[in-house]
């Protein structure tokens, strides 16, 4: 028996296997506030993020080593993320500093003080998380023209999509069926030809759109200015 990518019978692709030693997104910079630690997962790492005493962004295990409670939901004290469980305080490189129930005088667990850490990087309005324990040594993709006044800028939101990476990559990459998928949404009217620029590197696709006509869709209509230009480019990026 033959089997279609719509048969009930069909085998679903592997699960592509997590590239941890790059660089994501975890959140707008706005979004993590002094005061409130934040959960996350990224490659399936749980993490907490929190601002400490300088109101630097930080990156631990979302697990306190003492009796594995969430560390997110504990609170920040004086730039020290609290346990809900012990009240165990962590600061930036995962040091527990305080444990109230350890009497007076007696030594700090050292086997139990420590989380993992996880590099940050603030940039370009975002907050930048390595899920690997070691960092990248260079820093976070610089988005184009992100403080030229000339450029707008539209963020959506998060969404969340229930598919694999490569799943993600290909829908995002393919422009050719837009026209088909989303109807009205997004390009209407007569196709016409054009020509594109595909630029590789180890961590990266770019393909870039020459002389496209500007889009009619509805969605375009409503989030462009009508006296601009669009250039329209799309990246793939893994760094």
Do not use: Q
């Given at each position: 028996?033959?089997?279609?990518?719509?048969?009930?019978?069909?085998?679903?692709?592997?699960?592509?296997?997590?590239?941890?030693?790059?660089?994501?997104?975890?959140?707008?910079?706005?979004?993590?506030?002094?005061?409130?630690?934040?959960?996350?997962?990224?490659?399936?790492?749980?993490?907490?993020?929190?601002?400490?005493?300088?109101?630097?962004?930080?990156?631990?295990?979302?697990?306190?080593?003492?009796?594995?409670?969430?560390?997110?939901?504990?609170?920040?004290?004086?730039?020290?993320?609290?346990?809900?469980?012990?009240?165990?305080?962590?600061?930036?490189?995962?040091?527990?500093?305080?444990?109230?129930?350890?009497?007076?005088?007696?030594?700090?667990?050292?086997?139990?003080?420590?989380?993992?850490?996880?590099?940050?990087?603030?940039?370009?309005?975002?907050?930048?998380?390595?899920?690997?324990?070691?960092?990248?040594?260079?820093?976070?993709?610089s988005i184009p023209h992100f403080a030229d006044p000339a450029f707008g800028r539209l963020y959506l939101g998060e969404i969340e999509i229930r598919a694999s990476l490569l799943a993600c990559v290909d829908n995002f990459l393919d422009v050719c069926h837009t026209r088909f998928i989303h109807g009205n949404l997004a390009r209407v009217g007569p196709m016409k030809k054009i020509s594109v620029i595909i630029r590789k590197s180890p961590n990266a696709v770019e393909i870039e759109y020459l002389d496209e006509p500007k889009p009619s869709g509805l969605l375009f209509r409503l989030f462009t200015p009508r006296d601009r230009k669009i250039r329209h480019t799309d990246r793939f990026l893994a760094r």
């Open positions: 028996m033959n089997e279609t990518p719509t048969s009930p019978n069909a085998r679903s692709p592997s699960p592509a296997p997590w590239i941890r030693e790059h660089w994501y997104i975890a959140c707008e910079a706005k979004r993590l506030k002094r005061n409130r630690p934040l959960s996350i997962v990224i490659c399936e790492v749980p993490l907490v993020l929190f601002r400490d005493e300088s109101n630097r962004a930080v990156a631990l295990e979302d697990r306190c080593p003492h009796r594995n409670a969430p560390l997110s939901r504990g609170k920040i004290c004086d730039g020290l993320i609290e346990c809900c469980y012990h009240g165990w305080r962590f600061d930036a490189r995962g040091s527990c500093r305080y444990v109230p129930a350890l009497a007076e005088g007696s030594p700090m667990p050292a086997d139990l003080a420590k989380v993992p850490v996880y590099g940050v990087i603030e940039k370009d309005g975002f907050i930048w998380i390595c899920p690997a324990s070691k960092a990248p040594s260079g820093e976070p993709f």
